[in-house]
């Protein structure tokens, strides 16, 4: 799919403000709603755009604790890494597991209350014999960045 400035400019604004009416969409793209209307559904249609969601503030919420894990499986087998795969969705706790390139095999974004909670969670995939052969433990101490926008004209190859 081919895009243009406008495409663009939408996929924009919807990834810093979701909430967006459509009017106010169409508005700030420079756009009448029903084309900008015609265009965001072109978007979602063709994937561009997978879901709308808040973004929830832990610590309001209450206590928690984020964590890192570099993950190594004991074997390497396609099995291996769509078990451990498959076992990734069952936690909840598990917001984020990419598969890597080079030294580990995946890393995780694992949210819990405490360090104690953490610690029941890796002994359970352990215990779940899930692949899961080492693991290290990177602990957030604060956040630097973490709303970040993707550059989505160089995404898009410049297309402009």
Same mark, same amino acid.
């Given at each position: 799919m081919r895009l243009d400035a406008r495409d663009l400019d939408i996929l924009r604004v919807l990834s810093t403000d979701g909430r967006i009416t459509k009017t106010a969409l &169409? $508005?700030? *793209?420079?756009l009448s709603? $029903?084309?900008c209307w015609e265009r965001l559904k072109k978007l979602e249609k063709a994937g561009l755009i997978e879901r709308y969601? &808040? =973004? !929830?503030? %832990?610590r309001r919420l209450g206590p928690n604790v984020t964590v890192f894990v570099a993950v190594e499986l004991s074997d390497h087998t396609a099995a291996s890494f769509h078990a451990f795969e498959s076992a990734m969705q069952s936690y909840d706790e598990v917001l984020a597991c990419w598969a890597l390139g080079g030294g580990f095999d995946y890393i995780l974004k694992i949210v819990t209350r +405490? !360090? +104690? &909670? #953490?610690?029941? %969670? !890796? +002994? =359970?995939m352990l215990n779940a014999r899930i692949g899961l052969a080492k693991y290290f $433990? #990177? *602990?957030v101490t604060k956040p630097v960045k973490d709303h970040g926008v993707p550059p989505i004209s160089l995404l898009a190859g410049g297309q402009d």
């Open positions: &169409a $508005t700030r *793209v420079g709603p $029903t084309p969601r &808040a =973004e !929830i503030n %832990l +405490d !360090i +104690d &909670a #953490y610690q029941r %969670l !890796i +002994d =359970e $433990t #990177y *602990v």
